[in-house]
């Protein structure tokens, strides 16, 4: 009975093993483990998404989202994207025609939105002096000798024509405007305002920058006129800056227009940045470098270079000279003077300049070397 006993107890005990493996899973040889699976954020997702343009059956309720207004609607672009309605005036930069194709508002397209300045950050930005006077008015000698000299031939007067300052916008409100476009576009590029010439360490010292130096000699700026340019000066340290507003354009970039009627012979502006050796910019790739002084000694030639600092002369376009065109758009010229013995650039009309007019001024001056075949 014993062995029975036994074969009993052991076919048991199999059936319980048995029993055992059917409801319990084999142990199994550990396997490696696959990475986690990343998620993107749904604004990732979103921004890389394709999108679809729906047409509206109605445009009428869109206003622009920077005023809200929903006025002058040949001047609102709605975004393919999100289909939000912007004032080519409000956006910043200004968009100073219809783009070509599809187009994208700031926030769809991701670039970083221009930064906007209030008044107080504007007279910050342009280091601009207030004045305890309010009611000051600037006036030059010039505008007296005029008077005296009325009674004179008008031919005398043409043959010695004298620089004009510019007459600044009365509205206080549209020369902050102005001001402002010019903080916008001086934002966008990195660049720091300068109304002077800097010279900064490692490039050329002011001692380099003497007209003296000048091959063949330089043409020296008048009393008359360096009275001119102090009045401009003065007026701009005060807030008081020519008519101009910059605006951009998806083909010429950056560019400057008239905000008012601007007379021949008016000074514009002096084309300012740091002033560096021509042979440390052999391989510049900045687009905007302007001669400073040819000298005798190659070595010794300077270029200013408004990468850094600069003002609105650094936003008026050059022509295409090549082009009879290009030719009949120049309507300044960009002359250097000695002044109190330094090489100095001005800009000045050449003719009476209307409002929305753009700026433009022969960038070979008087060399002819520069090629301009691509410029618009």
Request: aromatic share 6%; hydrophobic share 30%; net charge positive.
């Amino acid at each position: 009975m014993a062995p029975a006993t036994t074969v009993a107890a052991a076919a048991a005990a199999r059936g319980l093993v048995g029993s055992r493996r059917r409801t319990e899973a084999p142990p199994r040889r550990p396997s490696p483990s696959p990475p986690p699976r990343k998620l993107r954020l749904v604004t990732e997702i979103m921004a890389r998404a394709r999108y679809a343009v729906v047409e509206r059956g109605d445009y009428s309720d869109v206003g622009c989202e920077q005023c809200g207004s929903g006025e002058r609607p040949d001047e609102l672009l709605l975004c393919d994207k999100c289909d939000k309605g912007f004032h080519m005036k409000c956006l910043r930069p200004i968009v100073a025609r219809v783009p070509i194709g599809s187009w994208l508002c700031p926030k769809c397209s991701g670039h970083r939105r221009v930064r906007s300045f209030s008044q107080k950050k504007i007279i910050d930005f342009f280091r601009i002096q207030k004045s305890c006077d309010g009611k000051k008015k600037f006036t030059s000698n010039q505008d007296m000798r005029k008077r005296r000299r009325r009674s004179r031939s008008l031919v005398l007067l043409k043959k010695r024509r004298r620089l004009l300052p510019f007459i600044p916008s009365e509205d206080p409100n549209q020369r902050l405007n102005q001001m402002g476009t010019l903080a916008s576009a001086l934002t966008a590029l990195q660049m720091e305002f300068s109304d002077d010439l800097t010279y900064s360490p490692g490039m050329a010292p002011r001692s380099a920058n003497q007209a003296k130096f000048e091959n063949g000699g330089m043409q020296v700026l008048s009393k008359e006129d360096m009275e001119t340019l102090e009045l401009c000066r003065e007026m701009s340290r005060s807030g008081e800056c020519p008519p101009l507003i910059v605006v951009f354009d998806s083909c010429e970039g950056y560019t400057v227009e008239a905000d008012g009627q601007i007379k021949d012979m008016t000074f514009i502006a002096e084309y300012t940045g740091d002033v560096d050796y021509i042979k440390n910019r052999e391989n510049d790739d900045c687009d905007s470098l302007m001669t400073l002084l040819l000298a005798t000694d190659s070595s010794k030639s300077l270029v200013i270079c408004p990468d850094k600092r600069g003002n609105i002369a650094r936003f008026i376009n050059g022509i295409n000279n090549h082009t009879l065109e290009g030719k009949k758009k120049q309507n300044c010229k960009c002359v250097r003077y000695s002044v109190n013995g330094e090489c100095r650039v001005l800009l000045v009309a050449t003719r009476d300049i209307a409002k929305g007019e753009r700026l433009y001024y022969d960038y070979n001056g008087y060399e002819h070397e520069y090629p301009t075949h691509h410029f618009v």
